[in-house]
């Protein structure tokens, strides 16, 4: 596969592991990210495939992209070796090239970045030169990220917009735009992170052997004692599937009520019935009704190791009349960065697939697998 250039909005934990994991997979590079407050574009890399392309008129293959080692020591907070506390500000960076972090300064304490209160949009206007797109924002409003998605559309963006979200709702928000995309030349992937993602892609090949799906059961183990800090936005949209609680609490909440919450679990929180996007990703792949799929899970907090092993299992009819489960096992010892990072950036990657043979419009991830 030629190389693929990818931007990463956002740089929580999912953003940022993603460009971790980035590094060991062949042909990625990264060349922008951002968060709220900061921007790294590597216009090195975009301007150089730009005059590649212009002469070629085929993609390019690019060295270099962002500084990941570099953007990651600054997001996580450590970068400034003298313990210098001041936040970032302008462009600046100390008498050593170091830009000193402040608390939160993000993105924008990295010496590859820039201050900015659009992020975004300084993604989009750069868009043209990037072949794909993992938003890894969170997603408290629906129709967030579907929005994040016209921004692409609107500004004549053609390649791929790849999202780890997780409502069942927003599927259909996505689904309304596909002539757009169609027309856009966008190749939209939804739902790439663990679940949906992963498992329902696992899913969908544990379907292979049944002419008839009854049952797919998703049921996930998370241990996040250290992860925690990373993972604050994972853990707040698991809170709104509690039966107390809706997206428009979790976002409202402090992080010291999310805690308080967690407390009132004594760290380890169960979670029935979630309403996850793999139900309807499998229905429109035609692998089963969504209302036969269930997800749900154990969150940790209290501990690195999962609290029970992350499994799903798909029951069904064989062709010669047997009845029987398939099922498939994630190794207790991976951890939930390496179950969605991976699977995102291999999704990303389908998709980039799809967009250069001219496949356009809204996947799922059980469509990027074996048909049914
Ligand atoms: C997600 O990020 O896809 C959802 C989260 C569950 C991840 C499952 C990973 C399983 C594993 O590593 O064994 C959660 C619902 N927020």
Redesign the pocket.
């Known amino acids: 596969m030629d190389n693929v250039n990818f931007a990463v909005l956002g740089c929580g934990g999912i953003g940022r592991r993603t460009l971790e994991v980035s590094k060991d997979m062949d042909h990625l590079t990264p060349v922008a990210a951002c968060d709220r407050n900061g921007v790294a574009v590597d216009h090195d890399v975009l301007e150089s495939r730009r005059d590649s392309s212009g002469s070629s008129g085929t993609r390019s293959v690019s060295d270099g992209g962002l500084d990941v080692d570099e953007l990651l020591a600054a997001t996580e907070g450590n970068i400034a070796s003298d313990g210098g506390t001041t936040a970032a500000s302008g462009s600046g960076a100390d008498s050593d090239g170091v830009k000193q972090t402040g608390e939160n300064a993000g993105v924008a304490a990295s010496v590859q970045a820039d201050p900015t209160e659009e992020p975004i949009a300084e993604i989009v206007e750069a868009s043209d030169d990037i072949d794909a797109v993992l938003i890894a924002l969170p997603n408290f409003e629906h129709d967030f990220i579907p929005r994040v998605a016209d921004r692409f559309a609107d500004a004549g963006y053609e390649g791929v917009l790849v999202d780890?979200l997780?409502r069942s709702r927003v599927i259909d928000m996505l689904d309304d735009r596909t002539d757009e995309f169609e027309q856009q030349g966008i190749t939209f992937v939804c739902g790439a992170?663990?679940?949906p993602?992963f498992l329902t892609g696992a899913a969908a090949i544990a379907a292979q052997s049944f002419v008839e799906v009854h049952e797919v059961e998703i049921w996930?183990?998370?241990g996040l004692k250290s992860g925690y800090e990373d993972n604050r936005g994972?853990v707040r949209?698991?809170i709104a599937h509690l039966p107390e609680y809706d997206i428009d609490d979790a976002r409202e909440m402090s992080d010291a009520e999310i805690e308080a919450v967690i407390d009132e679990y004594d760290g380890v929180i169960e979670f029935e019935d979630m309403e996850h996007a793999d139900d309807v990703l499998l229905e429109r792949a035609g692998i089963c009704d969504a209302e036969d799929v269930t997800v749900g899970?154990i969150l940790d907090v209290t501990s690195d190791e999962?609290p029970t092993t992350?499994t799903v299992r798909v029951t069904g009819t064989t062709f010669d009349g047997e009845t029987g489960t398939n099922t498939f096992e994630?190794d207790d010892a991976?951890?939930?960065a390496a179950?969605?990072n991976g699977p995102a950036l291999g999704y990303l990657k389908a998709g980039v697939r799809r967009n250069r043979a001219g496949e356009y419009g809204v996947f799922g991830p059980a469509d990027l697998m074996p048909g049914f």
């Open positions: 780890v997780k992170g663990a679940t993602g996930w183990g998370v994972t949209e698991d899970g999962k992350t994630l991976t951890s939930m179950n969605v």
